[in-house]
């Protein structure tokens, strides 16, 4: 029988929105959930994907008959930096690359595994790096000829263990505090914080799920707060935080609707503006 969340989960619960919405209160967006225009160029736009599918007790990666679909996601939205969950490997991303049209496209993926985590840039110089946790953590630095360099940390956190996904969050906040300028961290966090809906299918540990959030929302924004849903059925995994100090959040919303075959995981996209 599954055990009601007690009074300290949801008091944490409470405590983690709480930071989010006072971060992000006065610049929520005011464009409509699905609306995507056309980019700003003196602005920033990123994307997270998990784009692994469904199938089995734990799901699998990008099958390659998805290949030409996510290419043609990525060419629509046009982001500046996409960060990737769930490639089978180099060679797939290289396919993906050509596929984009490898002449404007940079892509890396600094730890090769069966379920990688790839980082690709548009309209600049872009360099990666794994950090730890067994390449579930990439640092990368984007930078534009006409906008300020960016340096951003991906994730993929583990999709079973709270415990895991505490220990992924604390390796990149200990990164990312030692950086300066403008920072972002965006990826498959697989929090959900949502104690009513009883997620222990997913979650060994609620309350440590909480506690990950409330550390990365004391010092960064969440852009997708109040937004929507990011995977199936009814999950929000999926997240984009920005440096108030050096970003204003435009927009942000999943983008739906563009799930193929067993993929379970909207595209969660982000229009920044930079701070003069």
Request: proline share 5%; glycine share 10%.
């Amino acid at each position: 029988m599954r055990r009601a969340p007690g009074p300290a989960v949801w008091a944490l619960s409470l405590l983690a929105l709480a930071f989010a919405w006072l971060g992000a209160y006065l610049e929520r967006p005011t464009a409509a959930e699905d609306a995507f225009a056309a980019r700003d160029p003196g602005g920033l736009r990123v994307l997270t994907w998990n784009i692994g599918g469904s199938a089995g007790d734990s799901g699998r990666p990008l099958d390659d008959a998805h290949l030409q679909h996510v290419a043609d996601v990525l060419r629509e939205l046009d982001p500046d930096v996409a960060v990737l969950q769930e490639l089978q490997g180099t060679e797939q991303l290289e396919r993906l690359r050509n596929l984009l049209g490898s002449e404007h496209w940079q892509a890396r993926l600094p730890v090769e595994s069966e379920r990688s985590l790839a980082v690709l840039c548009k309209r600049g110089e872009l360099s990666a790096q794994p950090v730890g946790a067994r390449g579930r953590i990439v640092a990368a630095r984007y930078q534009s000829r006409k906008l300020p360099a960016v340096e951003l940390l991906a994730l993929h956190s583990d999709a079973f263990s709270a415990r895991r996904r505490n220990l992924v969050v604390g390796a990149a906040m200990r990164w990312l505090e030692g950086l300066s300028g403008p920072r972002l961290l965006l990826g498959d966090l697989n929090l959900d914080l949502d104690p009513e809906r009883g997620r222990d299918v997913f979650s060994d540990n609620a309350y440590r799920d909480v506690e990950s959030y409330n550390v990365i929302a004391g010092l960064l924004v969440d852009a997708g707060l109040g937004r929507g849903n990011t995977a199936e059925p009814d999950r929000r995994l999926d997240y984009i935080f920005y440096d108030p100090q050096a970003f204003k959040l435009i927009h942000c919303a999943p983008w739906k609707g563009q799930r193929v075959g067993d993929m379970d995981h909207d595209p969660l996209v982000a229009d920044l503006g930079f701070r003069r």
